[in-house]
Every structure is written in C-alpha cells, then in structure tokens.
C-alpha cells in the first residue's frame, strides 16, 4: 500500500495551494480519507476527512471555509484545495486512509506547506 502526497510547497500569506494524494495498493472507493498536519512542535491534527463517495466531509474549526477536500475515485486521488493560506497553516501535511473514521490505517510520507507572512 502506498500514499504519495504531493504539492506542497512555499507559499505567501494569502495564497493557495492545492495537496494530491495518490494512492496504490488499496481499495481506495471503499475508504474514508483524510488529511492530518502537524506543525513543530505540535500534536498532529486532523485538518478534514472524507467518506468514500465525497458525498459527507468534515474540516477542522481553523480551515473551514479556507479548504476544500474532494476524491476522485477513478484515479484513486484524493485532494486539499487550500486558499487564504496563514503562516499558521505551516506544517507537514500527510493523507491517511481508514475503513473505519477514527482507525486510521495507512499515511502517506507528507508534504511540506510553509507560509510566509
């Protein structure tokens, strides 16, 4: 199994960018999906999640609004649009899977966001 993740970059105070994640190896129509990030020195965090259709999705409080996460079932892709990005959205951002929300069984390496003020 194998989550890439990719897009990251740096980025100013108010810019978008938009995360991919790849996934192989796996049944990817029949996950939960979701996006996690963690800063330095700071617990990792769930940023949004996904059910396998796209149909339901639920962000974290400090993205609402900012983000949107969608899947492409057909190319076993999962995506986080970012817009008005803060510095405090620097981190790693990793994708993770789970046939069950909460039982988060495979993560991707990560792709580093910085943001620049």
């Known amino acids: 199994v194998q989550l890439q993740a990719s897009g990251g970059g740096l980025v100013q105070a108010g810019g978008s960018l938009t995360l991919s994640c790849v996934v192989s190896?796996?049944?990817?129509?029949?996950?939960?999906m979701g996006w996690f990030r963690q800063a330095p020195e700071k617990e990792r965090e769930r940023v949004a999640t996904i059910n396998w259709s796209g149909s339901s999705t639920n962000y974290e409080d400090s993205v609402a609004g900012r983000f949107t996460i969608s899947r492409d079932n057909a190319k076993n892709t999962l995506y986080l649009q970012m817009n008005n990005l803060k510095p405090e959205d620097t981190a790693i951002y990793y994708c993770a899977g789970a046939l069950v929300v909460g039982d988060w069984d495979y993560w991707g390496k990560g792709t580093q966001v910085t943001v620049s003020s």
């Open positions: 190896g796996l049944s990817f129509r029949n996950y939960v």
